[in-house]
């Protein structure tokens, strides 16, 4: 049974929606003294938040009518339902009965151009909105989250000592700032997941490389990646890499990694980064090849039947017509090392091309997006927490105006010092037919950004040739046309 209070809650947070994130947010926020008043538009779901609350500070109300008439205003209340149709229902449900000076806080992972126009559909009523990215899963929004909140930065104050109070802490601080306007919140998110998008890549391709060409069983890929963890790579993701390797399977025999269909699935935050990317001009190949990636992975039929077509070479996965896949076991040391350095270096590679991205989003929407705090919050709770990170944010401080990670002497020369590796792990998978998409593209955009002079000459004449569209010359002023034949 749900227990609405009888009378005013007057400090309660209201949260909307009861499922994993938004109970496990609200416990937080009740342990760190925060009352919280919840709702459900499942009957069910406000019955198992009564059942496991543990804390009188915890109380709910069956509908959002009743929890809207039980807060003290200004109310503050924060959404976490399904992205999409069920936010955009619940939110009219919301402005129909809030009043000026109230604040909404969307925490799914939401559009950030959806974020922006809700925003003005509640301005019209006076009623603040906000869009945060909510980064750690269940665990972090019980423990502590990576926040990411963007809105009407004074109605940011409304909730910002609760926010901090649960959000992950770091020994630089707690994992929240405030993002900047609009969407801005939303669309940080956004790329974090295009990051983490990347990051799983690169990490899925080092797998195959260790297991094909280093010829490494699932218990060495876990030491290996715990070894890793204890290093400059060290991360969330190589750490629960690490767990997955050893996870027993408890339906057969052998570790259940091997069990699983590789068949990726996505929910689209990875596609609305490079849709935006390339709406900006902004390239971002790494995190392009690991949504690509994703999208072939989950064509599993279609790869079975080219497979079996691919007589007339060698298919992946088999001995090559350059030799056998596996090293010969001298050489597997040398090879795990390079492996581990060609990933730091697409690794850096990948959050170069995500910051990048902030960046150009920032100066087309002037959003002054704080690129320190960014790396600052992502240090703990999210999912592409990360030990570079710190170097990051320091780079960041260093020169508030860095323009790309590559310009950082320290990030330039960790990339630099694993480039000759990566060029080699890039090699050895091309060489024996394994995909490593990831890391070639990290390689290939860490070659073009470099280059001087790029073939890009031919382009423009081909250009002008077939449809006029002139070109410039290096070494005079202007826009050239010629008359090619
Ligand atoms: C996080 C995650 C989280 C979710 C992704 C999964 O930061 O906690 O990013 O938001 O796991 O949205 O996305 P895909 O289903 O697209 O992999």
Same mark, same amino acid.
């Given at each position: 049974?749900?227990?609405?209070?009888?009378?005013?809650?007057?400090?309660?947070?209201?949260?909307?929606?009861?499922?994993?994130?938004?109970?496990?947010?609200?416990?937080?926020?009740?342990?760190?003294?925060?009352?919280?008043?919840?709702?459900?538009?499942?009957?069910?779901?406000?019955?198992?938040?009564?059942?496991?609350?543990?804390?009188?500070?915890?109380?709910?109300?069956?509908?959002?009518?009743?929890?809207?008439?039980?807060?003290?205003?200004?109310?503050?209340?924060?959404?976490?339902?399904?992205?999409?149709?069920?936010?955009?229902?619940?939110?009219?449900?919301?402005?129909?009965?809030?009043?000026?000076?109230?604040?909404?806080?969307?925490?799914?992972?939401?559009?950030?151009?959806?974020?922006?126009?809700?925003?003005?559909?509640?301005?019209?009523?006076?009623?603040?909105?906000?869009?945060?990215?909510?980064?750690?899963?269940?665990?972090?929004?019980?423990?502590?989250?990576?926040?990411?909140?963007?809105?009407?930065?004074?109605?940011?104050?409304?909730?910002?000592?609760?926010?901090?109070?649960?959000?992950?802490?770091?020994?630089?601080?707690?994992?929240?700032?405030?993002?900047?306007?609009?969407?801005?919140?939303?669309?940080?998110?956004?790329?974090?997941?295009?990051?983490?998008?990347?990051?799983?890549?690169?990490?899925?391709?080092?797998?195959?490389?260790?297991?094909?060409?280093?010829?490494?069983?699932?218990?060495?890929?876990?030491?290996?990646?715990?070894?890793?963890?204890?290093?400059?790579?060290?991360?969330?993701?190589?750490?629960?890499?690490?767990?997955?390797?050893?996870?027993?399977?408890?339906?057969?025999?052998?570790?259940?990694?091997?069990?699983?269909?590789?068949?990726?699935?996505?929910?689209?935050?990875?596609?609305?980064?490079?849709?935006?990317?390339?709406?900006?001009?902004?390239?971002?190949?790494?995190?392009?090849?690991?949504?690509?990636?994703?999208?072939?992975?989950?064509?599993?039929?279609?790869?079975?039947?080219?497979?079996?077509?691919?007589?007339?070479? $060698?298919? #992946? /996965?088999? %001995? &090559?017509?350059? @030799?056998?896949?596996?090293?010969?076991?001298? =050489? +597997?040391?040398?090879?795990?090392?390079?492996?581990?350095?060609?990933?730091?270096?697409?690794?850096?590679?990948?959050?170069?091309?995500?910051?990048?991205?902030?960046?150009?989003?920032?100066?087309?929407?002037?959003?002054?997006?704080?690129?320190?705090?960014?790396?600052?919050?992502?240090?703990?709770?999210?999912?592409?927490?990360?030990?570079?990170?710190?170097?990051?944010?320091?780079?960041?401080?260093?020169?508030?105006?860095?323009?790309?990670?590559?310009?950082?002497?320290?990030?330039?020369?960790?990339?630099?010092?694993?480039?000759?590796?990566?060029?080699?792990?890039?090699?050895?998978?091309?060489?024996?037919?394994? $995909?490593? #998409? /990831?890391? %070639? &593209?990290?390689? @290939?955009?860490?070659?073009?950004?470099?280059? =001087? +002079?790029?073939?890009?000459?031919?382009?423009?004449?081909?250009?002008?040739?077939?449809?006029?569209?002139?070109?410039?010359?290096?070494?005079?002023?202007?826009?050239?046309?010629?008359?090619?034949?």
């Amino acid at each position: 049974m749900s227990t609405a209070p009888s009378t005013a809650a007057t400090n309660a947070i209201g949260m909307v929606g009861l499922g994993v994130m938004g109970r496990n947010l609200a416990y937080n926020l009740a342990d760190h003294g925060h009352p919280i008043l919840g709702t459900d538009a499942w009957p069910e779901a406000i019955t198992r938040f009564e059942r496991e609350k543990g804390s009188a500070a915890v109380q709910s109300a069956p509908s959002i009518k009743d929890l809207v008439a039980h807060l003290a205003r200004p109310r503050r209340i924060i959404v976490l339902v399904k992205a999409g149709e069920v936010t955009e229902q619940t939110l009219a449900q919301l402005l129909a009965v809030l009043e000026p000076g109230d604040l909404v806080v969307d925490g799914g992972n939401e559009h950030f151009e959806t974020t922006e126009r809700r925003a003005q559909m509640f301005a019209a009523k006076q009623v603040h909105f906000f869009g945060m990215g909510v980064s750690g899963g269940e665990s972090g929004a019980r423990r502590g989250p990576a926040l990411m909140p963007g809105g009407d930065s004074v109605a940011y104050g409304l909730l910002k000592d609760a926010l901090e109070s649960i959000a992950a802490t770091h020994s630089d601080g707690p994992c929240v700032t405030y993002c900047g306007p609009g969407g801005a919140g939303h669309y940080v998110k956004m790329v974090h997941n295009g990051i983490e998008y990347a990051d799983m890549q690169l990490l899925a391709e080092t797998y195959a490389l260790l297991k094909h060409v280093g010829g490494l069983s699932n218990v060495e890929l876990a030491d290996t990646f715990a070894r890793w963890n204890e290093g400059p790579l060290a991360s969330y993701l190589v750490e629960i890499t690490a767990a997955i390797f050893r996870k027993q399977d408890d339906l057969a025999s052998g570790q259940l990694v091997d069990a699983i269909l590789d068949k990726a699935a996505q929910k689209g935050t990875g596609k609305w980064t490079l849709q935006d990317a390339a709406t900006l001009g902004c390239p971002i190949p790494t995190i392009v090849a690991s949504v690509d990636a994703r999208l072939l992975a989950a064509r599993k039929i279609q790869r079975q039947t080219l497979h079996a077509h691919a007589t007339h070479v $060698a298919a #992946p /996965g088999t %001995a &090559s017509r350059i @030799g056998a896949l596996a090293l010969a076991p001298s =050489e +597997r040391g040398a090879f795990v090392e390079d492996v581990e350095r060609a990933l730091y270096a697409a690794k850096i590679l990948a959050y170069a091309q995500g910051f990048d991205l902030l960046h150009h989003a920032s100066l087309a929407r002037n959003w002054n997006l704080p690129f320190a705090e960014l790396a600052r919050i992502w240090q703990a709770g999210c999912i592409i927490r990360a030990k570079v990170l710190t170097q990051i944010r320091t780079a960041f401080l260093a020169d508030p105006s860095l323009e790309h990670l590559l310009l950082s002497p320290a990030l330039a020369s960790a990339v630099g010092g694993g480039s000759a590796s990566l060029r080699g792990v890039v090699s050895a998978g091309a060489q024996r037919a394994i $995909a490593v #998409p /990831g890391l %070639a &593209s990290a390689l @290939g955009y860490y070659d073009t950004i470099r280059t =001087e +002079r790029l073939p890009a000459n031919l382009t423009q004449a081909q250009r002008d040739f077939f449809g006029a569209h002139g070109y410039e010359r290096v070494d005079r002023e202007g826009t050239f046309h010629t008359q090619w034949l």
